[in-house]
């Protein structure tokens, strides 16, 4: 596969160099395709002039929109996803840094669960809005700074689980205690980057209504062709298309900058000496919104956490992540009486069903079998979700989904 060109990179990275010079770089495909969609992410190897005078390497990774990919810059709408993922890093990042430094915590405390940013440019045109082909986000690769990409044909145990719950707390609450803190900032510099992300509006009515037959054949194998539970579940994807149709969220007590894609894949690990997960990072932002908290809890559970393990453990995960949630309001002085722990589960109950839907077609995406995948970027189209029908790993995991769902009262 030939790897896309990446003009003036120079430009993008120097002002986060702290003075230095990139002098010469090369560039190889990160990911493969099945691994990522909305993106392409670069590898990069560079060589770095010190102020000093000393040559250091400096690895990098290069997001740019799907330029390889006509149906994939359809679906995922870089002029969106491209400028949301650049304002994390931006905006929401520095914007939460400041706040925490004002209420008293030292810099090593600062919140550091993204990549560190080295730049990004929506276009060659600086005097231009929109985005276009030579769009790149630069951030540092987390590879080269000790942190392991998750494996989609391995779910997540307890221990990373809990860590992934305590994390997406932080990541939650911290925003919401902005918004409540600096009101004005957060409606002009943030609140506008973060819109409701509606993908079947690309899709195409064919597109929509192949995956609407494959999941209906799916879900009649799981559910072993009991009609009325399939009738069930097709009601929850209505309500989840609705949901995508509605108006921008208001704000509430639960309402935060939500990931909207949080699976195995968008996380990666850092493990002490032991082989234990200590530390991790989200990578991935494009469709990133403005919604309630619960979508990410409900979506991470099911669609990448062991079913045994989800099993044994849903509602202590709630309560660890509730607890996180509350410790780190606390810590930036927001008052938490209305955050009670009720509230909590009424929203996750409120939510549940809406969200119920997105695990269940993304299991098709996360255990799709290698083998069914091209090599190249360019031929990676919906078929993924096709050739995969009736694979008895997704079937199963669908099966857990259902019932662990009606388990827990979700649905």
């Keep these: ?62 997001k740019l929109p799907p330029v390889t990919n006509e149906l994939f810059w359809q679906i995922f709408q870089p002029e969106r996803t491209c400028i949301t993922e650049n304002n994390v890093y931006q905006s929401v990042v520095p914007e939460i840094h400041r706040l925490q430094l004002e209420a008293g915590l030292p810099k090593d405390k600062l919140y550091n669960g993204v990549p560190r940013y080295y730049g990004s440019r929506i276009s060659l045109n600086i005097n231009t809005n929109k985005v276009d082909r030579d769009a790149v986000l630069v951030q540092e690769n987390l590879q080269a700074s000790g942190y ?38 957060f409606a002009k510099y943030i609140r506008p980057y973060f819109k409701r992300f509606n993908m079947n509006n690309t899709m195409g009515h064919d597109m929509k209504e192949a995956m609407r037959k494959e999941i209906v054949e799916d879900l009649q194998i799981a559910t072993h062709n009991d009609d ?132 269940l077609v993304m299991t098709k995406v996360i255990l799709a079998d290698n083998s069914t995948l091209p090599e190249d970027f360019k031929d990676l189209d919906i078929s993924v979700i096709t050739k995969n029908r009736g694979l008895d790993t997704i079937i199963k995991r669908m099966e857990d989904i259902l019932r662990l769902g009606k388990k827990f009262k979700l649905y």
């Design 228 to 359: 009325t539970a399939v009738d069930e579940i097709l009601e929850l994807f209505e309500l989840y298309d609705r949901w995508l149709e509605q108006p921008e969220a208001v704000d509430g007590l639960y309402t935060s900058l939500v990931h909207c894609d949080m699976w195995i894949n968008n996380i990666m690990f850092r493990y002490d000496d032991k082989g234990q997960p200590s530390h991790l990072k989200f990578v991935d932002f494009q469709i990133a919104q403005y919604e309630s908290i619960a979508h990410d809890i409900i979506f991470v559970l099911f669609s990448s956490v062991e079913s045994a393990v989800l099993e044994d453990n849903f509602d202590e995960f709630l309560k660890i992540y509730y607890n996180a949630f509350i410790m780190n309001l606390v810590e930036v002085q927001i008052p938490t009486t209305n955050y009670t722990y009720e509230s909590f589960l009424n929203e996750v109950l409120r939510v549940a069903p809406i969200e119920f839907p997105h695990p």
């Design 1 to 62: 596969m030939s790897v896309p060109e990446i003009v003036d990179l120079k430009g993008v990275v120097e002002p986060h160099l702290e003075g230095g010079e990139l002098q010469s770089y090369s560039a190889r495909y990160l990911t493969k395709p099945g691994d990522n969609y909305g993106s392409c992410i670069l590898s990069i190897s560079s060589k770095i002039k010190r102020p000093n005078g000393l040559i250091e390497d400096l690895a990098l990774i290069a």
């Design 148 to 185: 392991k990409a998750g494996n989609r044909h391995k779910m997540l145990d307890s221990v990373h689980t809990k860590l992934v719950l305590e994390s997406l707390a932080q990541y939650h609450a911290l925003p919401i205690a902005l918004r409540l803190r600096k009101p004005e900032i």
